[in-house]
T-cell receptor, first 115, second 111 residues
Framework: DTGVSQDPRHKITKRGQNVTFRCDPISEHNRLYWYRQTLGQGPEFLTYFQNEAQLEKSRLLSDRFSAERPKGSFSTLEIQRTEQGDSAMYLC?????????????FGPGTRLTVT | LAKTTQPISMDSYEGQEVNITCSHNNIATNDYITWYQQFPSQGPRFIIQGYKTKVTNEVASLFIPADRKSSTLSLPRVSLSDTAVYYCLVGETSGTYKYIFGTGTRLKVLA
């Protein structure tokens, strides 16, 4: 399977703990995106990488959130001192990023539950 | 910043054509319109993308009027497996990332 993969698929953690999620994009894609989706809502943009450069961060991405893409391939999203409001599905997507038109391929998501 | 609005839900019967409209009054010149399908506990799946007029692929058509303030996703002859949430997405990525998903349209296909 050469699609976008995310790990873990599910994570249950206690409030105050740190969690880290991994995303492996499609290999030839140079753009990578993180979204958060809560029940009944559309995905909300969090951040975006062009190769290893983090080009955009949403205001939703508080200082407890950090994302990296060190070699322009896989990416990690870390949430420090988790809160119950962080419970959501965290989606990763990648795209070729050529020109203005693009198609984002999404991974299956990581469902985070903060107890 | 383009905002999208869609009907919350729609019901249809198998074999019918379904049209889902998205309103995006503030669409910018460089904005593309993309539609995604999402099943429960899965990531969104790309359906179709367009800039103007009509685009057709093997699963859907996308109609965009000249003013581009709305778009219509057309699904021909839906089946039960098309029951899902459909999202319209408007924006572009030249420079500042501005893509925002709408709240989606929950389509239920009935036998």
């Amino acid at each position: 399977d050469t699609g976008v993969s995310q790990d873990p698929r599910h994570k249950i953690t206690k409030r105050g703990q740190n969690v880290t999620f991994r995303c492996d994009p499609i290999s030839e894609h140079n753009r990578l995106y993180w979204y958060r989706q809560t029940l009944g809502q559309g995905p909300e943009f969090l951040t975006y990488f062009q190769n290893e450069a983090q080009l955009e961060k949403s205001r939703l991405l508080s200082d407890r959130f950090s994302a990296e893409r060190p070699k322009g391939s896989f990416s990690t999203l870390e949430i420090q001192r988790t809160e119950q409001g962080d419970s959501a599905m965290y989606l990763c997507a990648s795209s070729e990023g050529r020109g203005l038109s693009y198609e984002q391929y999404f991974g299956p998501g990581t469902r985070l539950t903060v107890t | 910043l383009a905002k999208t609005t869609q009907p919350i839900s729609m019901d249809s019967y198998e074999g019918q054509e379904v049209n889902i409209t998205c309103s995006h009054n503030n669409i910018a010149t460089n904005d593309y319109i993309t539609w995604y399908q999402q099943f429960p506990s899965q990531g969104p799946r790309f359906i179709i993308q367009g800039y103007k007029t009509k685009v057709t692929n093997e699963v859907a058509s996308l109609f965009i009027p000249a003013d581009r303030k709305s778009s219509t996703l057309s699904l021909p002859r839906v089946s039960l497996s098309d029951t899902a949430v459909y999202y319209c997405l408007v924006g572009e990525t030249s420079g500042t990332y501005k893509y925002i998903f709408g709240t989606g349209t929950r389509l239920k296909v009935l036998a």
